[in-house]
């Protein structure tokens, strides 16, 4: 499946997400690891609701909490798991799968070797700085919006989110 287009909608149209930023976030600083840089290690969880200013990048798995903002690229060797009202301004990969929550606005691709799963109202890309999205598997729940492709190398699927059996 192979989708290209300045506005790719999926199902209901989505409303813009809205995130709440009127309270600065506190500050994640990433555990220090012997290489190159922030967050290089096996695993790195985000707690809830902190702002990100740093490329991470990850041997195994990468949880991302809720409500956090990310400025940098995401990249990890086992999967990666992005809450809910997420802002990520980067690219984000995985030589697993990636799972992204309802309501999160990412501005850059989405690549995983394995599934890619976006949440209601997810949004990828943007009028002016479209996105790929790339994968073997993709699952969308209705209500998101892709600027830019979708390409699913084995099978793509759009998720009824009131029946998503």
């Known amino acids: ?93 995985s030589d697993g799968s990636i799972s992204i929550g309802a309501c999160c606005r990412i501005v850059g691709p989405i690549v995983a070797r394995n599934q890619i799963t976006l949440g209601t109202q997810g949004w990828v890309g943007s009028p002016i700085e479209p996105a790929t999205m790339l994968a073997e598997q993709i699952r969308i729940y209705e209500g998101s919006v892709v600027h830019g492709s979708v390409i699913a190398y084995r099978q793509g699927e759009v998720v009824d989110e009131r029946n998503p059996g």
Not at 10 to 31: E, K, M, Q, S, V
Not at 48 to 59: D, E, F, Q, T
């Open 1 to 93: 499946m192979r989708l290209e287009a300045p506005v790719i909608l999926f199902g209901r149209r989505a409303d813009t997400p809205t995130i709440n930023r009127d309270d600065p976030l506190p500050r994640f600083d990433p555990p220090a690891h012997t290489g190159d840089g922030p967050g290089r290690g096996r695993h790195l969880s985000v707690p809830a609701g902190h702002m990100i200013k740093a490329a991470l990048l990850v041997s195994g798995r990468l949880e991302i909490g809720e409500g956090c903002h990310v400025i940098g690229d995401l990249r990890a060797g086992r999967g990666i798991i992005i809450g809910r009202n997420v802002v990520i301004e980067g690219a984000v990969y």
